[in-house]
């Protein structure tokens, strides 16, 4: 009964899906974006790798144009991300081990950024992925290696306060649900942080979720978890992958088992008090669009969205619109 209403007409909570700037050419992706998400991410042209150049300046055509897009359609916008440990560039690199030029140039980075969309990103995510795979300890990177482990993450969300005072900053991460002692890692991490005074304003989980490694149950533990310290919740990537290997099963009996998962994660989301339903974000709009299929399409086989690749719903979508 609900195929095809627009998702952000039967959400109490903005909902929201990731682009890049040339899918906007399209006026077929346009459609689907608007008509069914109310809130954007830009997936890659807001980080450090498109944003900072090597001679050390910045590129904001592309951000600009995406952020110029919410605004026009009157999606709300949400920054994505600030520091992330896989993106050093080399006007960094440069200034390895020179502590104040290193720390200055830190400070001038998120100032610029987050100052540039001031008043049209709603939200940013100020520290991405800071845990390790291993669960336990917290990656080591150029920032932590300038600036210190707990304090580069703490630095940063006072910068960020100080370029947008008015936007909700958030802690992002993934296999906070898959991963019950990298979710407590997180959590501990987190606390320490608010109690050393970080401005954080959220909770990002990922939820970059896969047949093969999220067993039923493990999403509506984690997300009571990740809200037990009162902060805001964005879900803020999910897609649902099928695995390694193509046809494990047949397709419509993985779709629904996808379907199902997505529909224990909105659960739990929705089950939320009101006050930290931040937004429900999916990472693509249509399966085609996923990073899951590879770069260059080697994999074929995983549909990992709510739509399929015509932008037609799917079980999933079904799922998450009841
Ligand atoms: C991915 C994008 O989807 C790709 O297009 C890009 O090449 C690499 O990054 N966690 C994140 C996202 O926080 O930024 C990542 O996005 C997916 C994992």
């Not at 450090?48 to 001679?55: H, R, T």
């Not at 896989?86 to 100032?111: H, T, W």
Request: hydrophobic share 40%; charged share 25%; proline share 7%.
């Amino acid at each position: 009964p609900v195929a095809d209403t627009p998702l952000k007409s039967i959400a109490s909570t903005p909902v929201g899906a990731c682009l890049q700037r040339h899918q906007l050419d399209d006026p077929a992706f346009a459609a689907l974006l608007t008509r069914h998400y109310s809130q954007i991410t830009a997936e890659w042209e807001m980080k450090m790798e498109y944003i900072l150049q090597d001679d050390g300046r910045f590129r904001f055509d592309r951000p600009d144009a995406i952020a110029d897009f919410a605004r026009r359609h009157g999606l709300r916008l949400h920054g994505h991300a600030l520091i992330w440990y896989s993106q050093v560039m080399p006007a960094f690199r440069a200034l390895d081990g020179q502590g104040k030029r290193f720390a200055d140039a830190y400070r001038n980075y998120i100032l610029a950024v987050a100052g540039r969309y001031r008043g049209l990103a709603a939200s940013w995510d100020v520290i991405n992925e800071a845990v390790d795979d291993n669960g336990v300890d917290l990656r080591r990177s150029a920032w932590t290696d300038n600036l210190g482990v707990d304090e580069h993450m703490i630095l940063a969300f006072h910068h960020a306060k100080e370029a947008d005072p008015d936007a909700v900053l958030f802690i992002n991460d993934y296999n906070l649900e898959n991963n019950p002692t990298k979710r407590a890692t997180f959590l501990r991490m987190v606390e320490r942080l608010l109690k050393a005074g970080a401005p954080i304003g959220g909770i990002g989980t990922q939820s970059h979720l896969g047949l093969d490694f999220t067993p039923p149950g493990m999403c509506r533990i984690a997300l009571r978890d990740l809200a037990s310290l009162g902060l805001p919740i964005h879900v803020s990537e999910l897609d649902i992958s099928f695995g390694d290997k193509p046809e494990t099963a047949p397709l419509p009996k993985l779709l629904s088992r996808q379907a199902d998962l997505a529909r224990e994660l909105a659960q739990a989301y929705m089950d939320l008090p009101r006050a930290q339903r931040f937004a429900f974000t999916v990472w693509g709009v249509r399966d085609r669009d996923s990073w899951l299929r590879g770069a260059n399409g080697e994999r074929p086989w995983e549909h990992p969205l709510p739509l399929d690749d015509a932008g037609q719903p799917k079980p999933m979508f079904q799922a998450l619109a009841e």
